[in-house]
């Protein structure tokens, strides 16, 4: 392997930070109109683009810069354009250092307030994260910044360099890629599912029922979709599990895209579509109370790619039995395409001002009226449904 020194920081973090765009945190933040800038103001649009993503927290969005401690690595995973071996790629790295004193001149001008750090392996999971780990205590400690760090738990981290990552970070990522080992294996042969992976977030769920955590992180995963062959239902057969049992705050679905100069060059990439439906599914089993075994699957495991799964599900079981809005539960209400979390919340509480009659007021509640009308009864009548020219999904 052979690595290009780049003296300059800039160029280092253009780079790195361009490469972190693979795992997924938050959505881009720097998107003005591009005919509005200067040639000058154009570079850092296009640097900014990759380097910053907005992160919605409890408190709001925040503006996170997403880069790499090396774009070195030895692991040959199939659809990474830094996988070893692949020429064309180059290796830089940032000593913890280097890298710490950049975010804190990002920081103290304003241009981010997080922190999210991923990184290549070489030497091995322990080694790679040692200088990650360095990278947060002098952010922490030297620069005595208390804001939001996201770091990624390398494959092969030791358990006490976990314990250290918790206590830094206000989220750890441990990413499974695959849907369970088997599929795996397909995409990165070098790791390991239950003793690299599942391990590790075991180790993190020991660690924050442990004592002496003052505040525990979060857990995300991430999921490459589509090259490995599995279906829909094997990866959120694995997500539902990892929400129950190590208490997994996060799974992201990332689509495939075909790398040049790697093993699954040639395979499609995944439709957007696709993604969104996971997406929409994972939802409805973190926040609308749905079960597994409720999701629409088909005979082959796929969710259907024309229908949101929520409207596909109402459709199948509200259609002949409607849920009346002002008995039902929260619960109840939660099955109803067009109510959520807030609009749901919001009817309970209408619902003690008087009894809710026409669609006019779930409108003006939150709710999706509309969509919500074909599968409701508001004081025992059906409400008028409007003709849908464009259909529903």
Not at 35 to 54: G, H, M, N, S, Y
Not at 229 to 250: F, H, I, N, P
Not at 344 to 352: P, T
Request: net charge positive; proline share 7%.
């Amino acid at each position: 392997m052979r690595t290009i020194v780049v003296p300059d920081s800039q160029q280092k973090m253009e780079l790195l930070t361009r490469l972190a765009g693979l795992d997924c945190e938050g959505e881009p933040r720097f998107a003005p109109d591009p005919r509005t800038l200067t040639p000058r103001e154009r570079v850092k649009r296009d640097f900014l683009a990759d380097a910053v993503v907005q992160v919605q927290r409890p408190d709001g969005p925040l503006t996170v810069l997403r880069t790499m401690q090396t774009s070195a690595c030895e692991r040959n995973c199939h659809y990474c354009p830094f996988r070893a071996g692949r020429s064309r790629m180059v290796r830089v790295s940032f000593s913890p250092d280097e890298l710490a004193r950049e975010f804190e001149r990002m920081q103290r001008a304003g241009v981010v307030k997080g922190l999210f750090l991923s990184s290549g392996v070489v030497g091995g999971g322990v080694r790679a994260m040692d200088p990650m780990l360095a990278t947060a205590e002098l952010i922490r400690g030297k620069y005595e910044y208390r804001g939001y760090i996201h770091l990624k738990i390398m494959p092969g981290a030791e358990r006490a360099q976990i314990e250290r990552a918790v206590r830094l970070a206000d989220r750890v990522s441990i990413n499974l890629e695959g849907a369970n080992a088997r599929r795996l294996a397909l995409l990165a042969p070098g790791k390991s599912f239950e003793g690299e992976l599942l391990q590790a977030m075991q180790w993190v769920h020991e660690i924050g029922r442990a004592q002496g955590v003052p505040k525990m992180p979060s857990l995300a995963t991430q999921f490459v979709v589509g090259p490995a062959g599995e279906s829909d239902q094997e990866l959120l057969t694995t997500v539902e599990r990892l929400y129950r049992q190590v208490k997994l705050a996060r799974a992201y679905y990332s689509g495939f895209n075909p790398v040049s100069d790697t093993p699954l060059a040639d395979a499609p990439a995944t439709p957007v579509l696709r993604e969104h439906r996971l997406y929409q599914a994972d939802w409805l089993l973190r926040f609308y109370g749905f079960g597994l075994h409720e999701l629409p699957f088909d005979q082959n495991g796929a969710l259907p790619s024309g229908v949101d799964p929520k409207l596909a599900w109402a459709r199948q079981h509200l259609t002949g039995r409607p849920v009346e809005v002002n008995r039902a539960s929260r619960g109840e209400l939660l099955r109803v395409p067009g109510i959520g979390p807030r609009s749901a919340d919001a009817i309970l509480h209408a619902r003690r001002q008087g009894r809710l009659r026409d669609l006019a007021e779930l409108r003006a509640l939150g709710a999706v009226a509309d969509r919500a009308a074909p599968f409701v009864l508001l004081d025992g009548r059906r409400p008028p449904l409007q003709l849908n020219l464009w259909g529903q999904n």
